[in-house]
């Protein structure tokens, strides 16, 4: 098992250009999401997936869009980069959550930065 | 969503010594809390968690303790050694949820 992969490790984009961050996972894990980190902060949730066709937004949605059209894929798309979204990109997965809460798979990360 | 604080943001121990770091959340209903350990350059990964109807949890020199009254759980780690440091994250879901909240993070680190 690979696990959760993400690509690429390393991006830099200018102000205003798009670009799709790639996450997989070959658990098949029904929850998927995605956090950003910044320096000194914990991570931060922009978007997650319940499962293939749904999708809804975390705490720091805005300049994100994400679609999940398949249980193992969960592309982020940043739509018109911005110098605030210079961050650390984390892709998760797990089993989907019932009473007893279940460990979250780690992707190693997207370092982007836009200048 | 939770409200998560932890403490402290630095910790600096001994070899050998023990460290602890504790966690308060918001959600009285939450009924999950897992630790997540950060190596430089790698994501986040779980160590230890526990439920809300366990008060202790240990897994050789890792333990977790809860106080759900107070609405705090800690990470202790006795017999540190140099591969223990690192940033640690305390990450409690809201009740029934899969989202985790992050604290800010602690950074550990032992010195030889």
């Known amino acids: 098992n690979a696990g959760v992969t993400q690509t690429p490790k390393f991006q830099v984009l200018k102000t205003g250009q798009s670009m799709t961050l790639q996450c997989a996972q070959d658990?098949?894990?029904?929850?998927m999401s995605w956090y950003r980190q910044d320096p000194g902060m914990g991570l931060r949730l922009i978007h997650y997936?319940?499962?293939?066709?749904?999708?809804d937004q975390g705490e720091v949605p805005n300049g994100y869009n994400v679609s999940r059209s398949t249980t193992e894929d969960f592309p982020l798309r940043l739509l018109s980069a911005a110098p605030s979204q210079t961050s650390v990109y984390f892709c998760a997965s797990s089993r989907l959550q019932d009473a007893q809460g279940y460990e979250q798979y780690f992707g190693p990360g997207t370092r982007l930065t836009v200048t | 969503g939770e409200n998560v604080e932890q403490h402290p943001s630095t910790l600096s121990v001994q070899e050998g010594d023990s460290a602890v770091i504790k966690c308060t959340y918001s959600d009285s209903a939450s009924n999950y809390f897992p630790w997540y350990k950060q190596e430089l350059g790698k994501g986040p990964q779980l160590i230890i968690d526990?439920?809300?109807?366990?008060g202790e949890k240990k897994d050789q020199r890792i333990a977790v303790t809860l106080n759900k009254t107070a609405k705090h759980f800690s990470l202790h780690i006795t017999e540190t050694q140099p591969e223990d440091s690192a940033v640690y994250f305390c990450a409690p879901p809201a009740a029934g949820a899969n989202n985790l909240f992050f604290g800010t993070g602690t950074r550990l680190t032992v010195i030889p």
């Open positions: 658990m098949n894990h029904e929850y």
């Open positions: 997936s319940v499962g293939a066709g749904i999708t």
């Open positions: 526990i439920r809300s109807n366990v």
